[in-house]
């Protein structure tokens, strides 16, 4: 708000300045237009610059310096052999060619410096407080909150105003699934705006030229130096291809989960039957599937089975038990074949849709 109190207050006096000077021979209103014409251009260049990264600025600054080093030396050159007309018109093309060319190729080419490596440019924070770009999907999921509250997420968490956007979108959308995820999402940074031990900052920066949130993120993080929390698996790849650190709350959820080890006893309840024969299927505390063979008749029973084997998968853990009859082992389950392997991706299948 002070801001544009301030250019309306540029803008006047821009105006007021051009009625008195009269430039070129002009009355006074269309001296205080011009005027108020000049004003709102600089303003639009200065709105414009404030968006662009400190690369951006800092190669197109280098930028225009060589264009009017090389402005120079073709007037000079050029200059001696034509009329003075003609010298100062060519004086102000090659200006103002150069000076533009100069700046767009530095400023295209200003994400290749590496300000780290001077001193003047080290971020203001602390190794330990590094800054994590939060990404809509773990807003949504809401599972953030809990390990912020246990400690365990320090620093500070950046939010973009382009994820609040779209957490609006979401939570404006007229399916009703879709809005409670939103509402859901808006909910959970109240929360962790009220926690007392983070540095919650919404920024601002926006990149109007690249079109998907994803490429946002990375950009943003690229910018600021920050890590990308998040829990989309292709965000996830596509920001580790591009050099960018990512925190995958699912990959913390699968590291915390229970190590168990063939032949331990474990008590499960069990939920439901299996899809091959005379299978139980049960789900630990974190969701972890176990299925258990020769359970199929303990339904809606808690039962003490043997562990057989781990499956890790891309959805998470898969344990495989046997349930023992009467106290007497049931034989060991035969090598798996290809029939029963497709069947260990369908069980895949079905643990991600119930994740």
Not at 9 to 16: F, N, P, R, T
Not at 239 to 252: K, S, T, Y
Not at 279 to 305: C, W
């Amino acid at each position: 708000m002070d801001l544009w109190v301030l250019r309306v207050v540029v803008v006047a006096i821009s105006a007021g300045l051009a009625m008195q000077l009269e430039p070129f021979g002009l009355p006074a209103a269309a001296s205080a237009a011009l005027g108020a014409g000049v004003a709102g251009a600089l303003i639009a260049v200065e709105s414009r610059l404030r968006r662009a990264s400190l690369r951006r600025l800092i190669g197109a600054g280098a930028g225009a310096v060589l264009g009017v080093v090389c402005a120079a030396l073709v007037s000079g050159v050029l200059g001696s052999s034509l009329g003075p007309s003609a010298a100062g018109a060519l004086q102000a093309a090659a200006l103002v060619g150069f000076v533009y060319v100069g700046a767009a190729v530095g400023a295209s080419k200003g994400e290749m410096l590496n300000l780290a490596a001077l001193s003047i440019f080290r971020p203001d924070t602390a190794p330990s407080e590094v800054r994590k770009v939060l990404d809509t999907s773990v807003i949504i999921d809401g599972r953030i909150a809990d390990i912020a509250e246990a400690g365990f997420m320090d620093g500070v968490l950046v939010i973009p105003q382009f994820v609040l956007w779209e957490l609006q979108l979401v939570a404006d959308s007229g399916d009703s699934l879709k809005r409670n995820r939103g509402r859901r999402g808006l909910d959970i940074l109240q929360k962790l705006q009220k926690m007392k031990s983070l540095d919650i900052q919404i920024v601002e920066n926006d990149y109007p030229h690249l079109k998907e949130v994803d490429q946002k993120l990375i950009e943003l993080a690229k910018e600021i130096d920050a890590k990308i929390v998040t829990n989309d698996f292709n965000l996830n790849k596509l920001a580790q291809l591009q050099g960018v650190r990512v925190v995958n709350i699912n990959e913390l959820a699968n590291a915390l989960k229970p190590v168990v080890l063939p032949g331990e006893l474990m008590q499960v309840f069990i939920l439901k039957e299996g899809k091959e024969y005379n299978q139980g299927v049960a789900y630990l505390d974190d969701g972890t599937m176990v299925v258990v063979d020769n359970a199929r008749d303990q339904i809606s029973k808690t039962i003490e089975v043997s562990v057989t084997s781990v499956l890790q998968t891309t959805a998470g853990k898969m344990i495989f038990g046997r349930y023992e009859h009467d106290g007497a082992p049931a034989p060991a389950p035969s090598r798996p074949s290809r029939k029963s392997s497709g069947s260990t991706r369908a069980y895949v299948a079905q643990r991600s849709g119930d994740a």
